[in-house]
């Protein structure tokens, strides 16, 4: 066949409900359902060339080869693709953020979102977004959020088929602000994957999950009704379950650092002088801050009085992966 | 009759598997057992004097007459050892600490050991320690450990009968110090009595109860080996895991400040260097540090040097309550 190729965008996603802990690590189909909204103006853009002429798939991130674990994490999803569409070439893959890798913002959800839908585009695939969304999944959970546009629910399902994630509200629906603390740019010393593998060893997980159905029904309320101090309460106990869980597992996972309880507990004390807004963590330090757009510079300006703060990055409801 | 009196000294205890939430909150009966160790060198005396003259109870602390709630709660013990003895005379109070009330050292459990000792020999009651552990219990939970000397475990029993702590190794059994960080003086927000009253809220008590008895014994099988590895994994991961409970809860308590992580993280990696001590945190910001006494200086002099740390506070494994 001809080179057939094909260019995708994505956005993060900030999960207001969080992902922690799979049923299947290798296909990774978590033991919970999350709810999340994408990141406007945060992008990720990859780039899909499958070629005849080409011995091998490569990949470069940011114009730097990548080797290795990152490579064959795309390599799977590449074949996912190939088996489909019944093809053997390889493939180059070319993508770029436009937000920096070591600023603390995970970037691998908007990579594999970016990553399926430019992989199905340039194969022909005649497949719907729940299924562009499942093989984001394969490589990594959470860019199965990153497919569908606005406020995202991935339903945790029981199998391959039925574990994807779909729009619950547009980003129309609902003016939100983002704004990320970032109080540390360095990289977390447990990743993602093997963080969602030491789940099960903490005492606590088990009633976390049990528990989850209620949080997703308390966030998706909070949303539909636009309901900005319910939405606070709900993320920030998320937030704090998903974190107690790290903690209590063997070996305990610390994601926070001094500066990150410190933005926690101004967050909430402005909340009780009536600054409506509520934080959540992801795997990290840094805190995301969520409020109306109507607060956000107010949010904005009292967190970069905050000690520890290095700077705050500004984002918004965003939408779902898109061909560019 | 006669003014009759008793004084009686008690240590503070710090807790290795904690006690968070209540069966009764009334009796004071736990949801899940604990085992604490008391601090030598802390000490509250109490001097309890019946006479018929007084037409009240009084109360003082470190000089100070005390009225309202502080009163009423040493009331209640004392009206139980009058019902015991037959007697209806009041009661005179005096209570000292040789720690300041402000140093975020919990005072009350000392203070309840030291009067139901105080209460009972004043009154002539033929009472055991379990009957005495019981009456501190009535004051302040925690205090029923700190009326057996050195190991404590405070069994959950199931009524105010089997609900008493005793000693299961005398503090000569292994020379442990505590290295208090004192990172707030500060009073806290919510008191134990109400955090209590929470526990129930957490989505996470639940697991965290039935999960007590393998850490109880963890610990037990830690002190009796005298395994310091061990008794540092297990006190952090129940000291993490009441913390949990605590952030969770509806309202959501933090007694942590960005300090107490700090001296966390710090302890961690110690260990993970070789100097084997392990953190645990009651309900405040303070950060006790539990190694060998041979390690202790260079625990002291480590706690020190982390930034926010105001002083250390140096204790070991002490005796039960005793009369003076």
């Known amino acids: 066949m001809k080179p057939s190729s094909a260019s995708a965008q994505a956005n993060p996603n900030i999960a207001f409900i969080k992902y922690w802990g799979n049923q299947s690590q290798e296909l990774r189909i978590p033991v919970n359902g999350s709810i ?12 899909v ?21 990152g490579l064959e994490r795309v390599s799977s999803i590449l074949e996912i693709g190939r088996r489909a569409a019944g093809i053997h070439s390889y493939a180059q893959v070319m993508s770029t953020n436009n937000f920096p890798t070591g600023a603390g913002i995970a970037s691998s959800a908007a990579a594999f979102a970016a990553l ?19 093989l984001a999944r394969m490589g990594s959970g959470s860019a199965s959020r990153s ?13 391959d088929e039925s ?29 993602s994957t093997e963080g969602h593998a030491l789940a099960p060893t903490s005492p606590l997980q088990g009633a976390r999950v049990a528990d989850t159905p ?5 966030c998706r309320n909070a949303i539909r009704a636009r309901d900005m101090r319910a939405l606070a309460e709900v993320i920030e106990l998320d937030s704090n379950i998903m974190h107690a869980v790290m903690m209590t597992s ?14 926690m507990a101004a967050v909430r004390e402005w909340r009780e002088d009536g600054l409506l807004a509520g934080y959540t ?9 969520i409020c109306e757009q109507t607060s956000a510079a107010e949010v904005q300006t009292r967190l970069r009085n905050v000690p520890g703060v290095q700077r705050v990055l500004m984002s918004s409801a965003g939408g779902g992966a898109k061909l560019v």
Not at 281 to 289: K, L, R
């Open 36 to 47: 999340s909204m994408n990141m406007a103006g945060l992008e990720t853009v990859t780039s």
């Open 49 to 69: 060339i499958f070629d005849d002429a080409i011995s091998g798939d490569t990949l470069s991130i940011n114009g730097k080869m990548v080797e290795g674990k």
């Open 116 to 134: 399926a839908k430019a992989t199905v585009s340039a194969l022909g695939l005649p497949w719907d977004e729940p299924a562009i969304s499942r």
């Open 147 to 159: 497919v569908p546009g606005g406020f995202v629910e991935w339903y945790v399902g029981e199998s």
């Open 163 to 191: 574990s994807y994630a779909e729009t619950i509200a547009p980003a129309e629906h609902w003016a939100l602000a983002d704004c990320v603390a970032i109080v540390s740019a360095s990289h977390k010393k447990t990743g």
């Open 214 to 218: 209620r949080r997703l029904e308390l």
């Open 250 to 263: 063997s070996p305990a996972l610390f994601y926070w650092q001094p500066e990150t309880l410190a933005v």
């Open 281 to 289: 963590i992801d795997a990290g330090a840094n805190v995301h801050v």
